[in-house]
């Protein structure tokens, strides 16, 4: 039996290799919109999961999320840098980390901040020490610089017509393990280099109050400040710290967490569940990937017609070769098993060629996603793909069916008389 | 080895007023040899498909032995056909992509009817009616070799009857000789009932009676003739 239909389906070779095509692109494409939806919806919650609550200037809370996890370029306004002195020594705490954006090395963002945020996304570094003095960077695991390396930070990127700091050349002194996260790709410098590089002393909320400007910047680019490259770092922060855009906050409770989210809304700050802006984002990407589901299983459906029309047609075209099969004494239950095995056999044949290539897809657009976000996103499958799978061979199990019965009536005469 | 009874049979097909075979009565006993002539249109393979059970009798019956398959319900005409009757047709009805054997084997295969004795069987057959090679590709075979392949797919499950529809008519002269001494010379050794439709007057001769059709109708039966 399978050696007839084998032997069949190799004189229908280009036919039987078309249908398997067309069956593995549908499939295909619902496999990467399922698989790519779930790596971005994974991947980003992995990397949400790091921190509980950002506390920044009042604005967007899905900017202040994007920012702060995915490390986006985006205009974050300002926020007094008593928030960031408060939340240091409040007990309900486990460690607050200001972080300040804005400039670049090589397409890599240079991020200030403290080595408390260094010890939470890499508890053992990868290579070296954290940064001592105000001239040390620590690089993310994707940075490719080596130990010693010197990074000149440029203010804005590269594309926007950014400057030089001349003031200032960073020493790379250790490497992060890898997070998975954005942080893989940042530069990590000590905060207060990055507010000395940018003139900032202290922080004036009149002077500053309804600035937007990006990143820790004084107004105007006159500042022509002097960094001491070799002068310790400092981590304490009082009421006279400048202005930053986040604070990272890590709280000891849950219940801490909701405390600290309700105290810093207010009218000068905003405090956000990284986890809960992204569950809204996620709600969007749901919508979208219905739509393009939609648009997948109706490709399907239409393949699945054109399949259907191809092996009706097929089935007519064999009418001879079937009555034969009947007049030499095969019972009809074999030749509807062999009709319908083939069918059977080229959805399967396409089912598992969609399987691969859309497997395939995905991980190449979580590659090139990781590459320029940095966020690990993982492809799976997962249980729930399953019950799609069943509807898929159900599917094809009905649809093969349909030409195999056809077969029944077949008068074995009249078709070898055609 | 079975009798062939035919009473009453009519084949009509829808938009025809006047029946295309029309058999008040034929008798052939177990073992004999009819060769079936008439010309283009006169109902020969119509008679073939029915006394094979490939088409059911509009009205009458037909009977091989004890059994009346104009009676019998689709499945179980096809079972009798695939045990009973060996048929060879005009065009050979090979299967591509297979070779000789598996060609032989295949409605065996199909029916699940395949024992290590039908293996040797097969084996024995093509040796017989003359392939050299039976795992040749059945493709590559000549005409005249594929002839001899269906005739020993024919005979494969032993049949009691073997029913043959013009099997030289697409085949040169000498090759057809070959073959139509094959198929006589077999159906006596394996002690078949033997009905031939044939223009091919040669063939007719090495058979016992020869019946002439024209509209459906006997209009000339050797054995009526002899009787006279
Ligand atoms: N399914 C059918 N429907 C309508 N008419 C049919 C059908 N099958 C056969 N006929 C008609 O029955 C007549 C006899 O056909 P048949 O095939 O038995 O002739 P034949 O004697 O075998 O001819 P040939 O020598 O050309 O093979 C023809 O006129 C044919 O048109
Ligand atoms: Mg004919």
């Known amino acids: 039996?399978?050696?007839?239909?084998?032997?069949?389906?190799?004189?229908?070779?280009?036919?039987?290799?078309?249908?398997?095509?067309?069956?593995?692109?549908?499939?295909?494409?619902?496999?990467?919109?399922?698989?790519?939806?779930?790596?971005?919806?994974?991947?980003?919650?992995?990397?949400?999961?790091?921190?509980?609550?950002?506390?920044?200037?009042?604005?967007?809370?899905?900017?202040?999320?994007?920012?702060?996890?995915?490390?986006?370029?985006?205009?974050?306004?300002?926020?007094?840098?008593?928030?960031?002195?408060?939340?240091?020594?409040?007990?309900?705490?486990?460690?607050?980390?200001?972080?300040?954006?804005?400039?670049?090395?090589?397409?890599?963002?240079?991020?200030?901040?403290?080595?408390?945020?260094?010890?939470?996304?890499?508890?053992?570094?990868?290579?070296?020490?954290?940064?001592?003095?105000?001239?040390?960077?620590?690089?993310?695991?994707?940075?490719?610089?080596?130990?010693?390396?010197?990074?000149?930070?440029?203010?804005?990127?590269?594309?926007?017509?950014?400057?030089?700091?001349?003031?200032?050349?960073?020493?790379?002194?250790?490497?992060?393990?890898?997070?998975?996260?954005?942080?893989?790709?940042?530069?990590?410098?000590?905060?207060?280099?990055?507010?000395?590089?940018?003139?900032?002393?202290?922080?004036?909320?009149?002077?500053?109050?309804?600035?937007?400007?990006?990143?820790?910047?004084?107004?105007?680019?006159?500042?022509?400040?002097?960094?001491?490259?070799?002068?310790?770092?400092?981590?304490?922060f009082d009421v006279e710290t400048p202005g930053i855009p986040a604070v990272l906050v890590k709280p000891k409770t849950i219940a801490d967490a909701y405390r600290l989210r309700q105290e810093y809304r207010g009218e000068a700050t905003l405090a956000v569940f990284p986890a809960e802006v992204l569950t809204r984002l996620y709600a969007t990407l749901g919508d979208a990937r219905g739509l393009l589901l939609a648009i997948a299983i109706g490709t399907q459906i239409i393949v699945i017609a054109a399949v259907l029309l191809v092996t009706i047609m097929h089935v007519s075209a064999r009418q001879r070769q079937i009555g034969a099969l009947r007049a030499f004494g095969a019972p009809r239950r074999a030749v509807v098993a062999i009709v319908w095995g083939e069918l059977f056999l080229l959805f399967l044949a396409g089912f598992a060629a969609g399987l691969v290539i859309g497997y395939g897809t995905a991980h190449l657009i979580s590659a090139t996603l990781t590459a320029t976000i940095a966020i690990r996103m993982p492809v799976e499958f997962a249980r729930e793909d399953l019950s799609l799978a069943f509807w898929f061979v159900g599917l094809a199990v009905l649809v093969s069916i349909l030409p195999a019965l056809s077969t029944l009536r077949l008068s074995p005469a009249r078709a070898l008389r055609s | 080895m079975l009798a062939l009874d035919i009473s009453g049979l009519e084949m009509r097909f829808p938009g025809l007023d006047t029946p295309v075979l029309s058999l008040p009565r034929l008798h052939l006993p177990a073992g004999r040899q009819l060769a079936v002539t008439g010309a283009s249109g006169s109902g020969k393979s119509t008679l073939v498909n029915a006394i094979t059970g490939l088409e059911t009798a509009t009205s009458g019956s037909v009977s091989w032995g004890e059994t009346n398959i104009s009676a019998l319900p689709t499945g179980r005409r096809d079972a009798f056909r695939a045990t009973h009757i060996g048929l060879v047709m005009q065009d050979f009805h090979l299967f591509s992509g297979l070779s000789a054997f598996e060609?032989?084997?295949?409605?065996?295969?199909?029916?699940?009817?395949?024992?290590?004795?039908?293996?040797?069987?097969?084996?024995?057959?093509?040796?017989?009616?003359?392939?050299?090679?039976?795992?040749?590709?059945?493709?590559?075979?000549?005409?005249?070799?594929?002839?001899?392949?269906?005739?020993?797919?024919?005979?494969?499950?032993?049949?009691?009857?073997?029913?043959?529809?013009?099997?030289?008519?697409?085949?040169?002269?000498?090759?057809?000789?070959?073959?139509?001494?094959?198929?006589?010379?077999?159906?006596?050794?394996?002690?078949?009932?033997?009905?031939?439709?044939?223009?091919?007057?040669?063939?007719?001769?090495?058979?016992?009676?020869?019946?002439?059709?024209?509209?459906?109708?006997?209009?000339?039966?050797?054995?009526?003739?002899?009787?006279?």
């Open chain 1, 1 to 236: 039996m399978i050696r007839f239909i084998l032997a069949d389906l190799n004189r229908f070779k280009a036919g039987a290799f078309a249908v398997v095509i067309l069956i593995a692109l549908s499939v295909a494409l619902s496999v990467t919109v399922t698989l790519q939806e779930r790596a971005v919806r994974l991947g980003s919650a992995r990397a949400a999961e790091k921190f509980d609550l950002l506390v920044g200037a009042a604005g967007s809370e899905t900017q202040l999320a994007l920012s702060a996890e995915f490390l986006q370029p985006s205009p974050l306004p300002l926020m007094s840098g008593r928030v960031l002195a408060k939340l240091s020594v409040d007990p309900r705490v486990d460690f607050a980390a200001p972080v300040g954006f804005g400039d670049y090395a090589d397409g890599h963002p240079v991020v200030g901040t403290t080595s408390k945020l260094i010890a939470a996304l890499s508890p053992a570094l990868a290579q070296g020490a954290a940064f001592a003095s105000l001239g040390d960077a620590v690089i993310g695991a994707d940075v490719p610089k080596r130990i010693g390396a010197e990074i000149k930070p440029m203010h804005g990127g590269a594309e926007e017509g950014g400057h030089t700091h001349t003031e200032i050349v960073y020493t790379v002194t250790g490497r992060m393990a890898p997070t998975g996260t954005a942080w893989d790709r940042a530069i990590l410098v000590p905060i207060r280099a990055v507010w000395q590089l940018h003139g900032m002393s202290s922080y004036d909320a009149h002077d500053h109050g309804d600035e937007t400007h990006g990143s820790v910047e004084p107004e105007g680019h006159e500042h022509k400040a002097h960094v001491s490259v070799d002068a310790a770092i400092d981590e304490h």
């Open chain 2, 103 to 228: 060609n032989v084997m295949l409605p065996a295969r199909l029916s699940r009817r395949l024992t290590p004795a039908a293996r040797e069987r097969a084996l024995h057959l093509l040796e017989t009616t003359g392939i050299a090679r039976p795992h040749q590709n059945i493709e590559t075979l000549s005409r005249g070799e594929m002839q001899r392949v269906a005739v020993a797919r024919a005979l494969l499950s032993k049949p009691g009857v073997i029913v043959a529809d013009e099997p030289t008519a697409s085949l040169d002269r000498r090759t057809g000789e070959d073959v139509s001494e094959l198929i006589v010379r077999l159906a006596r050794q394996e002690g078949a009932t033997l009905v031939v439709v044939t223009h091919d007057l040669a063939l007719m001769e090495r058979l016992d009676r020869r019946i002439a059709l024209d509209g459906g109708r006997i209009v000339e039966d050797s054995a009526e003739v002899r009787a006279a």
